[in-house]
């Protein structure tokens, strides 16, 4: 076919152009339409699910964490909010709030022995003492959704990492560099001296000190003389995993140091 | 669980740091006093304690130790003399709350003798020396011992009886109470009160032994 000049031909041109056009953006179109599809599928199923395994979701803290998993990955919060369709289906929005209050209240019990710096794991024990049987278990996994959803609420607290282990903070206190270190080094006999750090961490004295120092005016540090080599070491209760069991003695001297959840529990 | 004898040992007795008498100033005022009194940095425990009108020179959480400190040694002390009957601590003689051999960690005299007054300061002990080397446990308070004593002489009809003080304290009556082995400067304060109220009437026989009471309940 002889091509054809002029303006016929370039009307021609414009027109294929367009039809190339409309035909790129149905196929884009038809694409993300899928998608959304398969999206609201893959959400309907997601709360069918919920449904079905509701109780087992509330009890059991590894199947929670799975499903808070597989509800990330489709872009769902259940804790978004207290209302709401997610909240309503499933009602373990109340229970992180609660397990958010029972946490503040046990960081506060504890702030005067650690200075507002608790060991993750130490927390759990403490919540499950605190809640007792009867009420739903908790997992670390719970314990750090609920203070994610503390953070939110505008609180200082936070969970840190130092070393292999995961502190949470309910204190603003920032810590910087060199006392991460010296928590660090402190995992490992739950305590340092003066020349442990000055030796390990190559400081001077008297940044040694100046930074032990600074520890113990955060109450993070405490003080013990006693050994018979007469050397000061300093404690640091926030690196201590130190078991619980055996009643409510001990650190706190809270003496209303009951579940808070006294309906749920049926107490 | 580690125990003495029948009594559970808090938490807190394990972990060395709570046998030093934790400070009252702050570390880095501390620091900065001890350099300019040219002493050692760790001598400046010396300072027993901060009047409210220096509270700069504590930071809150130095504050907060102590405090905690002072009042679990006071309430296991309280604690374990309650379930141990036991009613006068010597601060000289070994007492099986001040050391922890598991830690090897043993509470200074000075830290013994500050629990102590603390409980003296809320009324729970007495000094019975000038020297406070003795001291007087009342894991009752006297009036709660004047109400045991009450409540003993109508469980057991004596309401217009008398009784010896030694009975009082060891009598077959007093078996399976809490009156039983009471010390007998506690009991002698008790029945002092009683007889201010007009309860009884102590009066004194041919000896000590013959010291007894006669109640009018």
Same mark, same amino acid.
């Given at each position: 076919m002889r091509r054809r000049p002029g303006i016929g031909g370039l009307q021609t041109a414009a027109a294929a152009r367009d039809q190339y056009r409309l035909l790129g953006e149905n196929v884009a179109k038809l694409r993300t339409d899928l998608m959304k599809e398969q999206l609201a599928t893959f959400r309907s199923q997601l709360e069918e699910f919920a449904r079905k395994h509701k109780n087992d979701i509330r009890k059991n803290p590894t199947f929670r964490a799975q499903f808070h998993e597989m509800c990330a990955k489709v872009g769902v919060?259940?804790?978004?909010?207290?209302?709401?369709f997610w909240a309503e289906l499933l009602g373990i929005g109340d229970f992180y709030y609660e397990l958010g209050v029972q946490i503040v209240e046990i960081c506060l019990a504890t702030r005067p022995h650690n200075g507002g710096l608790t060991n993750l794991q130490e927390l759990c024990t403490l919540l499950r003492q605190k809640r007792k049987s009867g009420c739903e278990a908790v997992s670390e996994d719970d314990c750090l959704r609920a203070i994610r959803k503390l953070k939110i609420l505008g609180s200082s607290f936070e969970v840190i990492s130092v070393g292999k282990r995961k502190l949470v903070r309910s204190v603003p206190t920032e810590l910087n560099r060199d006392h991460n270190e010296i928590l660090e080094l402190a995992q490992a006999q739950r305590y340092v001296t003066v020349d442990e750090v000055e030796r390990r961490l190559s400081w001077t004295s008297g940044g040694a000190t100046d930074a032990l120092d600074t520890l113990l005016d955060e109450g993070l540090a405490m003080i013990d003389d006693g050994h018979e080599d007469g050397k000061r070491r300093y404690w640091f209760p926030c690196v201590s995993s130190i078991s619980f069991s055996g009643g409510a003695r001990g650190f706190l001297i809270h003496k209303n140091f009951t579940c808070t959840q006294n309906i749920r529990c049926g107490r | 669980m580690q125990k003495l004898g029948d009594f559970k040992l808090p938490q807190?007795? !394990?972990?060395?740091?709570?046998?030093t008498y934790s400070p009252a100033l702050s570390a880095v005022v501390a620091h900065a006093l001890a350099h300019y009194f040219n *002493?050692?940095? #760790? =001598?400046? !425990?010396? *300072? =027993?304690d901060i009047p409210p009108q220096l509270n700069?020179? *504590?930071?809150r959480p130095v504050r907060d130790t102590r405090e905690k400190q002072v009042q679990l040694w006071k309430d296991f002390i309280l604690d374990y003399c309650k379930t141990q009957h036991i009613f006068v601590i010597e601060l000289e003689e070994e007492f099986?709350?001040? #050391?922890n051999p598991v830690i090897e960690r043993s509470l200074s005299h000075e830290a013994r003798k500050a629990f102590l007054s603390a409980l003296v300061t809320e009324g729970r002990a007495e000094w019975l020396d000038k020297g406070h080397r003795k001291c007087l446990i009342l894991w009752h308070r006297i009036q709660d011992w004047a109400d045991i004593i009450l409540r003993f002489v109508k469980d057991n009809g004596l309401e217009d009886g008398v009784m010896t003080i030694e009975e009082i304290r060891s009598g077959i009556e007093s078996?399976?109470? =809490?009156?039983?082995?009471?010390d007998r400067t506690i009991l002698m304060r008790a029945l002092k009160l009683l007889e201010h109220k007009g309860k009884l009437a102590i009066f004194k026989g041919t000896s000590t032994d013959d010291e007894g009471v006669k109640f009018s309940v």
């Open positions: 919060d259940p804790l978004a909010s207290n209302k709401g | 807190f007795f !394990n972990y060395p740091p709570y046998f *002493v050692l940095h #760790s =001598e400046m !425990n010396w *300072v =027993e700069l020179l *504590v930071s099986p709350l001040f #050391s078996r399976g109470t =809490e009156l039983h082995g009471i």
